[in-house]
Nanobody
Framework: QVQLVESGGGLVLPGGSLRLSCAASGRISSINVMGWYRQAPGKQRELVATITSGGSTNCADSVKGRFTISGDNAKNTVYLQMNSLKPEDTAVYYC??????????????WGKGTLVTVSS
């Protein structure tokens, strides 16, 4: 079994910053990709950013220049630094990991989500 623990969400003023983190633990052989998705009220879940175990990153155009994804392979943890936050960034942010389990099975796991609210 694999567990994902997310933290760092909250209420922030427009223009402010937040840092999300997601730590994976359990029967993990290796992690291929870690990332963040978000779902705003009434909208579909969308990609925010991903990072591979090799450090290659990908992020949505809507957050480029404002959000930075990083990872710590030793801690199986991914971070999302969010700067210059806008009200339209308000959403539930979900951690996503693509792993190879201890039984050498490819699996995808989702966190429970952490709410980010950008409002004055």
């Amino acid at each position: 079994q694999v567990q994902l623990v997310e933290s760092g969400g909250g209420l922030v003023l427009p223009g402010g910053s937040l840092r999300l983190s997601c730590a994976a633990s359990g029967r993990i052989s290796s992690i291929n990709v870690m990332g963040w998705y978000r779902q705003a009220p009434g909208k579909q879940r969308e990609l925010v950013a991903t990072i591979t175990s090799g450090g290659s990153t990908n992020c949505a155009d809507s957050v480029k220049g404002r959000f930075t994804i990083s990872g710590d392979n030793a801690k199986n943890t991914v971070y999302l630094q969010m700067n210059s936050l806008k009200p339209e960034d308000t959403a539930v942010y979900y951690c996503n990991v693509q792993i190879i389990t201890a039984d050498y099975v490819n699996m995808i796991y989702w966190g429970k989500g952490t709410l980010v609210t950008v409002s004055s």
